[in-house]
């Protein structure tokens, strides 16, 4: 299994992006798919994560109405919609994948990594 994430860049303070992960191979409905970000000299934080079976989503509070994940699940492909981004915002953004049961905000549970995008806001 392979995650391919697309979709990072600049963009404005106030404004919207929208990332997405693509899995190559078999993902098992019953994984917990998540969203990342690490910014220099910060620990890795979870921001978002759903789990496949039940489309199940989960959000820290401090990103409740700033964030936004879904799936396409014909497709295979995760999305993190990100509301209004602010400068602090700017990180490289990850997806993983875990299983269901492991699901959680560490990192270290998560197994299997995409090599991130990275999202400058300004």
């Known amino acids: 299994v392979q995650l391919v994430e697309s979709g990072g860049g600049s963009v404005q303070a106030g404004g919207s992006l929208r990332l997405s992960c693509a899995t190559a191979?078999?993902?098992?409905?019953?994984?917990?798919m998540g969203w990342f970000r690490q910014a220099p000299g910060k620990e890795r934080e979870g921001v978002a994560r759903?789990?496949?079976?039940?489309?199940?989503?989960t959000y820290p509070d401090s990103q409740k109405g700033r964030i936004a994940i879904s799936q396409d699940t014909a497709e295979n492909i995760l999305y993190l919609e990100m509301i209004n981004p602010k400068p602090d915002d700017s990180a490289m953004y990850y997806c993983?994948?875990?299983?269901?049961?492991?699901?959680?905000?560490?990192?270290?549970?998560?197994?299997?990594w995409g090599q991130g995008t990275q999202v400058t806001v300004s």
């Open positions: 993983a994948a875990a299983p269901s049961w492991e699901c959680s905000w560490r990192a270290s549970e998560y197994k299997i």
């Open positions: 191979g078999y993902v098992a409905d019953n994984y917990c």
């Open positions: 759903i789990v496949s079976a039940g489309a199940l989503t």
